[in-house]
C-alpha cells in the first residue's frame, strides 16, 4: 500500500516517536524511507540584513545548521535502521517546515507523510503555530500525526 513514506524529525522526542513508527511502516510495506530535516529561516529585521557583517554571520548560521541537521538526520537514520527500515535516505530542507516538507512530498511523490507533534492544545497552536496542523492544510498527501 505504501512505496514511500516521508517522515519529519527535528530531534524532539514526538519526532523520534513519529522516526520510530515510520520505521515499523516501511518493515511492514516493504517502503522506502526517507527522513527529512528542514532548517528554519531567521526572521531578522531588515536593517540587521544591510549590515557589512551580516553575510558572515549568516554563513557562519547557515554551516552550523547544516552541521546540526546532519546529526539529528544521522541519529534518526540509526534509529529507522534498528527499527528494521532498510531503504532509508535522508534530506535537509530549509524554510517554513509545513511548507517545505509538503514540497518535498508533492516532489517526491510519497505515499504517506508521518509527523509527530507536541500536543499543544488549540489555542497553543494557533497562536504559536503547529506544523502538523499545517502540513495538513498545505498537503494532498496522507499524514499520519503521531503523539
Known amino acids: ?15 523520534s516517536r513519529a522516526v520510530n513508527f515510520a520505521a515499523l511502516l516501511c518493515v511492514e510495506h516493504e517502503a522506502e524511507l526517507l527522513i527529512l530535516n528542514v532548517i528554519r ?8 540584513k544591510q549590515a557589512p557583517e551580516f553575510e558572515a ?8 545548521m547544516r552541521q546540526a541537521a546532519d ?10 535502521r534498528e ?25 517526491r511523490s510519497v505515499d504517506l507523510i508521518v509527523v509527530g507533534t507536541r500536543g499543544l492544545s488549540k489555542i497553543e497552536a494557533s497562536s504559536m503555530g503547529s506544523v502538523s496542523r499545517k502540513l495538513l492544510d498545505f498537503t494532498g498527501v496522507n499524514c499520519l500525526v503521531i503523539r
Open 41 to 48: 529561516e531567521m526572521q531578522l529585521p531588515a536593517e540587521l
Open 1 to 15: 500500500m505504501f512505496n514511500k513514506i516521508l517522515v519529519a524529525t527535528d530531534a524532539s522526542a514526538a519526532s
Open 83 to 107: 527499527g528494521g527500515a532498510r531503504n532509508v535516505l535522508t534530506a535537509i530542507g530549509s524554510g517554513d517546515p509545513a511548507t517545505s516538507i509538503a514540497g518535498f512530498a508533492r516532489r
Open 57 to 64: 554571520f549568516n554563513d557562519a548560521r547557515d554551516e552550523l
Open 71 to 80: 546529526r539529528i538526520l544521522a541519529a534518526a537514520k540509526k534509529s529507522a
